[in-house]
């Protein structure tokens, strides 16, 4: 038998608890239950998209989505290799005109893709949030 306000172990018929001097009544048999307190962290939207503008994937890595960043990452360095392929080759057969043309073309991909990266970063910081408030877990 335990004291309900103190959790003290009773021993036999005991009227008042050693521990508190609390009477013992009924209800006294469970162990007490102690009421815990969960404190939830969450992820700054501002953090999130301020790491995928200064490196592709590197929101996503702090919400949770390792894989994600990882491949955003280099999905990223394989563009600049093909940015910087297309810039050679549009040089080599079409002059200035080519390579500024290859650039153009590796630009407007690569900065869809950016922007694409820091809008995912801010949805997945505020996805973890909401179901962090929501259930108390993390959503990944």
Same mark, same amino acid.
Not at 12 to 41: D, F, H, I, W
Not at 94 to 118: C, P, Q, R, T
């Given at each position: 038998? +335990?004291?309900?306000?103190? $959790?003290?172990?009773?021993? @036999? %018929?005991? *009227? +008042?608890?050693? #521990?508190? =001097?609390?009477?013992? $009544?009924?209800?006294?048999? #469970?162990?007490?239950?102690?009421?815990?307190? /969960?404190?939830?962290? *969450? !992820?700054?939207?501002?953090?999130?998209?301020? /790491?995928?503008? /200064?490196?592709? #994937?590197? @929101?996503?890595?702090?919400? @949770? !989505?390792?894989g994600r960043g990882i491949a955003l990452m280099i999905t990223f360095l394989m563009a600049a290799f093909v940015g910087l392929f297309l &810039?050679?080759?549009?040089?080599?057969? $079409?002059?200035? *005109? @080519?390579?500024?043309? =290859?650039?153009?073309? &590796? =630009?407007?991909?690569?900065?869809?893709?950016?922007?694409?990266?820091?809008?995912?970063? +801010?949805?997945?910081? %505020? *996805?973890? %949030?909401?179901?962090?408030?929501?259930? =108390?877990?993390?959503?990944?």
């Amino acid at each position: 038998m +335990y004291c309900n306000k103190c $959790g003290n172990q009773l021993v @036999g %018929n005991q *009227e +008042y608890c050693c #521990g508190c =001097g609390a009477k013992v $009544g009924m209800g006294s048999y #469970g162990p007490a239950v102690m009421q815990q307190t /969960l404190v939830v962290r *969450e !992820k700054s939207t501002g953090v999130a998209v301020l /790491l995928s503008i /200064l490196w592709a #994937g590197l @929101g996503q890595v702090y919400v @949770g !989505k390792i894989g994600r960043g990882i491949a955003l990452m280099i999905t990223f360095l394989m563009a600049a290799f093909v940015g910087l392929f297309l &810039f050679i080759t549009g040089a080599m057969f $079409g002059g200035v *005109e @080519g390579a500024i043309g =290859g650039l153009v073309l &590796f =630009g407007v991909i690569y900065l869809s893709l950016w922007i694409w990266n820091v809008f995912d970063s +801010y949805k997945l910081a %505020n *996805e973890y %949030n909401d179901t962090m408030r929501d259930s =108390g877990r993390r959503p990944w």
